[in-house]
């Protein structure tokens, strides 16, 4: 038995076929952990939605802010643009409901006890503990899961509030900790989510830091396993894996060991379409 974490996929269908057999993945007996933006961009949306609902139990995942994007576009609650002309297929398909549902129940952060390891898309807020970061992303599953879950797809969108408080409500409170799970990576050193820096964090203003550097992070001491940010890279620490290795652009499409002692990196070439 075996549990491997994986990178944003975005489409890349074929990089993660070749890297399931690289890693001899086997569904009856090994656990996947994909760390979200299933979709968007790359070639095989559709054949990645399906394959990945497929897995069963065998294929956790979170939600990124393209598979967001795809739920928004299924409820027509945004516009379709070229932005997202990978994802029209999805959208024509026969079972196009059954993996919009699907996907809609996904989780946006899963924590294992017995690896003390959180995934999420992103990132988790320094001042979430595994409790609460568990606690705020079960706030928005429940409420994408809701009969109102078009109502929080519309609301979503937009760059505030910046920070957090234990008093924000309603629409404003699930847009940031939906901010925070699949849009963040450079913070303020007065913990305010900033979203112009998503260049290389060792690149950024002198007054940002990534969020995984904030000083006192309640989630020290657990591993956590994120992506999203292509141009952070693989990153493999004891308390930190950075997944998004930039398949869909041309590069490469990563897997790591998470129950070995010591984790080891397994690596695909990605989508060459757009290098």
């Not at 497929?54 to 802010?65: C, E, R, Y």
């Not at 609301?155 to 409170?173: H, I």
Request: aromatic share 10%; charged share 30%; with cysteine.
């Amino acid at each position: 038995m075996a549990t491997y974490a994986i990178g944003d996929i975005q489409g890349c269908y074929d990089p993660l076929r070749y890297l399931l057999d690289d890693i001899r993945f086997d569904p009856r007996c090994d656990t996947l952990w994909l760390t979200g933006d299933l979709v968007n961009r790359g070639p095989k949306s559709l054949k990645t939605l399906r394959f990945v609902r497929n897995l069963g139990d065998a294929a956790i995942t979170v939600l990124g802010n393209h598979d967001l994007h795809l739920l928004a576009l299924a409820s027509e609650t945004i516009d379709f643009d070229s932005r997202f002309e990978t994802l029209e297929k999805i959208l024509r398909a026969p079972d196009r409901d059954d993996l919009i549902h699907w996907l809609r129940h996904r989780p946006l952060a899963h924590y294992d006890e017995d690896l003390d390891t959180l995934l999420v898309h992103a990132g988790t807020h320094p001042k979430w503990s595994v409790r609460k970061t568990m606690a705020r992303a079960a706030e928005v599953e429940n409420a994408l899961q809701s009969k109102k879950y078009e109502m929080v797809l519309e609301k979503m969108y937009g760059n505030t509030p910046r920070k957090w408080s234990g008093d924000l409500k309603g629409y404003r409170r699930l847009r940031f900790i939906i901010n925070t799970f699949t849009r963040m990576r450079m913070m303020t050193g007065r913990m305010g989510l900033n979203f112009t820096h998503t260049g290389s964090p060792w690149n950024a203003r002198k007054d940002l830091h990534p969020w995984f550097r904030i000083e006192a992070r309640a989630t020290k001491g657990t591993r956590v396993v994120f992506g999203h940010w292509s141009a952070l890279g693989l990153v493999v620490l004891p308390e930190l894996i950075s997944l998004d290795t930039g398949c869909v652009w041309g590069r490469e499409l990563t897997a790591v060991r998470l129950d070995k002692r010591v984790p080891r990196v397994f690596q695909v070439p990605g989508d060459r379409s757009k290098a």
